[in-house]
């Protein structure tokens, strides 16, 4: 299984972008799916998830209404839809598989398979 994540870039605050996160190897309907960020000197963290069953984790509090997960299954795609965005969402935005769909999906230990990463930048 290989994770290809993109769509990162320099938005001004306020901006919206959306990530996607390619799968190959395997359906997403048989995988965990998680959205992690990863800010500079600070550790990872997790900002949402969608199990193979297709529910959804909360989100992370300080992205709550402005970020949306989703999933196309025809295509193998998640996205990560970002509006509002503000310079504290600046990060690497990494997209992980969980292909044993453990019950802890908000940890990142969880996760055996990641993408490389996508930046996003928000600033003026």
């Known amino acids: 299984v290989q994770l290809q994540a993109s769509g990162g870039g320099l938005v001004q605050p306020g901006g919206s972008l959306k990530l996607s996160c390619a799968v190959s190897?395997?359906?997403?309907?048989?995988?965990?799916m998680g959205w992690f960020r990863q800010a500079p000197g600070k550790e990872r963290e997790f900002v949402v998830a969608m199990r193979w069953s297709g529910s959804i984790t909360s989100y992370l509090d300080s992205v709550k209404g402005r970020f949306t997960i989703s999933r196309d299954s025809t295509k193998n795609m998640i996205y990560l839809q970002m509006n509002s965005l503000k310079p504290e969402d600046t990060a690497v935005y990494y997209c992980?598989?969980?292909?044993?769909?453990?019950?802890?999906?908000?940890?990142?230990?969880?996760?055996?398979?990641w993408g490389q990463g996508t930046l996003v930048t928000v600033s003026s």
């Open positions: 992980a598989a969980d292909t044993a769909r453990s019950v802890a999906v908000t940890l990142p230990g969880s996760y055996d398979l």
């Open positions: 190897g395997r359906t997403i309907r048989s995988l965990n």
